[in-house]
């Protein structure tokens, strides 16, 4: 990559902007009120405005190594915090997408050094469903249905959080789970039950 052909990139995208909206820039500086906090992958190939066919300020972006949402790390704790309580979004969507090569990592017995702990909250997810993902004849159905099991405990995590447990009481916030095939480029909705995963979640998880 030509980093001097970024800055180039980035004069011809002004330039576009400016020609479509004069004021674009001006009306950008004056903040941000999405309505949706997208939590994926940062994975060079799943780029979430992009995909989704969104624009700047539109949505609220978090992305990690296979959209973990682990409740020891303080930066997604502070991201959701930040996205529920102040900018007061109605949705949270978390992303996964099949050929993650941090799910795959996770699937191989092997020393990775620091991304051991980070992936083995996956290695958590594939034990905690290990008959239904040890029935499955092949690898690549069990690394593509892991990607989806992740994504859904993921959900459970967020779910789980106290800002979440508020926001879905006061204004019935809402939480999705998606995975984006990079394949055929489709966005996959796994129809997360957000309500019925709360009621059985309550008994245990009840913050608010």
């Given amino acids: 990559m030509n ?3 970024i800055f180039l990139n980035n004069k011809v ?36 405005e992009e995909l989704m066919g969104v624009q700047p300020g539109e949505v609220f972006v978090y992305r990690n190594i296979a959209n973990m949402i682990p409740n020891t790390d303080l930066s997604a704790m502070s991201v959701i915090n930040y996205a529920v309580t102040h900018l007061k979004v109605d949705n949270i969507v978390v992303c996964g997408h099949y050929y993650c090569n941090g799910v795959k990592a996770a699937m191989q017995s092997a020393d990775l050094g620091i991304l051991n702990p980070w992936l083995r909250n996956i290695r958590d997810v594939y034990r905690l469903h290990k ?17 989806e099991l992740n994504v859904q405990e993921q959900c459970f995590n967020v779910i789980k959080t106290p800002d979440v447990q508020k926001a879905y009481k006061e204004r019935k916030l809402t939480v999705h ?32």
């Fill in 177 to 208: 789970g998606w995975v984006f095939d990079v394949h055929s480029g489709n966005l996959i909705d796994l129809k997360i039950n957000f309500g019925k995963i709360l009621e059985e979640i309550m008994e245990i998880y009840r913050i608010i």
């Fill in 131 to 147: 008959p239904e993902l040890d029935a499955l004849q092949s690898e690549e159905e069990k690394y593509k249905r892991l990607v």
């Fill in 3 to 5: 980093i001097e052909q």
């Fill in 13 to 48: 995208w002004i330039e576009q902007k400016l020609k479509n909206d004069a004021a674009y820039f001006e009306n950008l500086s004056k903040g941000q009120n999405p309505k949706l906090l997208y939590i994926g992958c940062s994975d060079s190939r799943v780029t979430a």
